[in-house]
């Protein structure tokens, strides 16, 4: 679903963020993105959605090449991706219900049918009674869930998430793996940067390590060994 | 969504914009209105002139008088002259005696005239010459002047002539004023998209992120541009009626002064439709150009 091979990417400036970075990630598959800040995590899932590009190597979605896909067709790839971002990224100028609404909207969908798929994905996150609140009103955690019902709302089959519970405390961490493991539970992709241990440390999935901007360790489910440093 | 309540939907929150704030998208709408104005009413007034000159110029008339003098054998002879000349469509000749008598009923001054000793009229030939411009009149009229016993030919419409060259002159400079007025239509629209495009910014980012395509993005835009651009438009127009009707009474005093039925034409169906299409457009054109220029600046692409 996902593939990476000998990707490279460096910022002008001449850092190198990412270093022959290679890794599959097969459909349906979760999967966590770990490392310190600046090991490349941010990076490596803006390559996926080809908001940046790589300096060299190739980056597959659905054995599509997204590092060589024209601007024009940007947008569909994007549609294909729910994507969680670290800074949230919801529009303040307008309610909880609107900013859900965005992404059908863009794909121009039913009118009738996108009021039904907001509320479902509303109530998805537990958010189905703030309807009509401004972003601005919520909680950290109510931003990340609505935050989530955007990304999911047109039902991508890959999500990628950026830190989804970085600022939040353990509680409501807990509460948002649980709503990512039921996406998984019914056949999404996902991948998830985080470096938050209590996060990882109770989970059976599949662990990507970044370092440096290179793969570290790639734990996958079953596998008890742990590799060294 | 069908796509017409999809424009419809665009279109109605794009309206609402447009006046948020209120005053200052009135402000816009006035300032395309007054620069459209100037152009398209000066249009009009010179559209007026126009009509009038033709009205005036319409009859290539020639008079030819002739000398005191002049036997009624001569004058049969210039009669059969002009009747051959292939300038020339029709000939009247008015003889000394037919002049008199219309000139006293019209002057009111038959008593003057009944106590005249001789008659001071000459004979004369009214010459309506085929269609033709203001040169080939001219030259027409030299020539006539040629004719033995033609003591003076005189071209009736050559102040009309002159007026036309006036307006053809004025017509250019209208012209002049239009484009660089429609030019500056365009930077009005640029600069209030550019503005735009800043103040929603966060919802472009996010639009593109989450797969808006450039046109989804571009379209309340364009929007903007068109309804701001044809809002001036109609502003325009009601600024030429409301000057038209300001004129109108001056105007009707004026021309029966000059004992014209001139009446002002106001601006014809059409040429509004033309006015509010075209200002539609280039509000169009410059949201396009400021989209094209200002949204390829906003990352991711």
């Known amino acids: 679903m996902i593939s990476f091979n000998q990707v490279c990417k460096r910022y002008p400036g001449g850092f190198d963020v990412l270093k022959q970075v290679t890794f599959e990630l097969a459909k349906g598959e979760m999967a966590f993105l770990t490392g310190h800040s600046g090991a490349g995590k941010s990076t490596l899932l803006k390559l996926i959605a080809a908001i940046e590009r790589p300096n060299s190597g190739s980056v597959l979605v659905n054995n599509q090449n997204v590092s060589a896909l024209k601007g024009a067709a940007l947008p569909y790839l994007r549609r294909n991706l729910g994507i969680i971002f670290q800074d949230h990224k919801l529009l303040f100028d307008r309610n909880v219900f609107d900013n859900?609404?965005?992404?059908?909207?863009?794909?121009?969908?039913?009118?009738?049918?996108?009021?039904?798929?907001?509320?479902?994905?509303?109530?998805?996150?537990?958010?189905?009674?703030?309807?009509?609140?401004?972003?601005?009103?919520?909680?950290?955690?109510?931003?990340?869930?609505?935050?989530i019902a955007r990304a999911i709302v047109n039902r991508p089959t890959i999500l990628l998430?950026?830190?989804?519970?970085?600022?939040?405390?353990?509680?409501?961490?807990?509460?948002?793996?649980?709503?990512?493991?039921?996406?998984?539970?019914?056949?999404?992709?996902?991948?998830?940067?985080?470096?938050?241990?209590?996060?990882?440390?109770?989970?059976?999935?599949?662990?990507?390590?970044?370092?440096?901007?290179?793969?570290?360790?790639?734990?996958?489910?079953g596998t008890i060994e742990k590799e060294k440093e | 969504?069908?796509?017409?309540?999809?424009?419809?939907?665009?279109?109605?929150?794009?309206?609402?914009?447009?006046?948020?704030?209120?005053?200052?998208?009135?402000?816009?709408?006035?300032?395309?209105?007054?620069?459209?104005?100037?152009p398209t009413g000066m249009y009009v007034l010179?559209?007026?002139?126009?009509?009038?000159?033709?009205?005036?110029?319409?009859?290539?008339?020639?008079?030819?008088?002739?000398s005191m003098s002049t036997t009624p054998e001569n004058v049969r002879k210039i009669r059969t002259q002009l009747n051959q000349h292939p300038g020339i469509k029709k000939v009247v000749f008015i003889s000394r005696t037919e002049a008199l008598a219309p000139l006293g009923q019209s002057t009111g001054l038959e008593d003057v005239i009944a106590g005249l000793e001789s008659n001071p009229l000459p004979d004369a030939f009214v010459i309506t010459a085929n269609?033709?411009?203001?040169?080939?009149?001219?030259?027409?009229?030299?020539e006539l002047r040629q004719i033995h016993g033609v003591e003076l030919s005189q071209l009736d419409s050559a102040w009309a002539y002159k007026l036309e060259a006036i307006v053809n002159f004025a017509r250019i400079a209208v012209l002049v004023l239009a484009s660089l007025l429609s030019f500056g239509l365009i930077t009005?629209?640029?600069?209030?998209?550019?503005?735009?495009?800043?103040?929603?910014?966060?919802?472009?980012?996010?639009?593109?992120?989450?797969?808006?395509?450039?046109?989804?993005?571009?379209?309340?835009?364009?929007?903007?541009?068109?309804?701001?651009?044809?809002l001036g438009g109609i502003t325009a127009t009601l600024i030429i009626i409301l000057g038209l009707q300001l004129l109108k009474h001056p105007l009707a005093t004026?021309?029966?002064?000059?004992?014209?039925?001139?009446?002002?034409?106001?601006l014809s169906l059409s040429d509004s439709l033309s006015l509010l299409l075209f200002s539609l457009y280039l509000g169009w054109l410059g949201a396009w150009l400021s989209v094209a220029r200002h949204l390829s600046q906003i990352k991711p692409r």
């Open chain 2, 46 to 66: 010179l559209q007026n002139a126009q009509g009038l000159v033709a009205q005036l110029s319409s009859t290539p008339q020639i008079s030819l008088f002739l």
């Open chain 2, 1 to 38: 969504m069908s796509a017409l309540t999809r424009h419809l939907s665009v279109a109605g929150i794009v309206f609402k914009r447009i006046f948020t704030p209120p005053l200052a998208g009135l402000i816009n709408i006035l300032v395309i209105g007054i620069a459209l104005s100037l």
């Open chain 1, 161 to 221: 998430a950026d830190e989804p519970t970085g600022n939040l405390d353990a509680e409501y961490a807990a509460e948002i793996m649980s709503i990512f493991k039921s996406f998984h539970q019914v056949g999404v992709t996902l991948l998830i940067s985080t470096h938050d241990a209590g996060v990882l440390r109770n989970s059976p999935e599949r662990m990507i390590e970044l370092k440096l901007g290179e793969i570290q360790a790639d734990f996958k489910p």
């Open chain 2, 131 to 142: 269609a033709g411009n203001a040169k080939s009149l001219e030259t027409l009229r030299d």
């Open chain 2, 188 to 230: 009005i629209t640029f600069n209030t998209i550019r503005l735009q495009t800043l103040t929603q910014r966060d919802e472009i980012q996010v639009a593109k992120l989450i797969g808006a395509t450039d046109a989804f993005i571009r379209r309340p835009f364009l929007y903007f541009g068109a309804l701001q651009g044809l």
């Open chain 1, 100 to 147: 859900v609404l965005l992404p059908l909207q863009i794909c121009e969908f039913d009118h009738k049918e996108s009021g039904k798929r907001v509320r479902a994905a509303l109530d998805k996150v537990g958010l189905l009674g703030r309807e009509k609140a401004n972003p601005v009103a919520l909680s950290g955690g109510e931003q990340q869930r609505l935050c």
């Open chain 2, 254 to 266: 004026l021309s029966q002064l000059y004992a014209s039925n001139f009446s002002l034409q106001p």
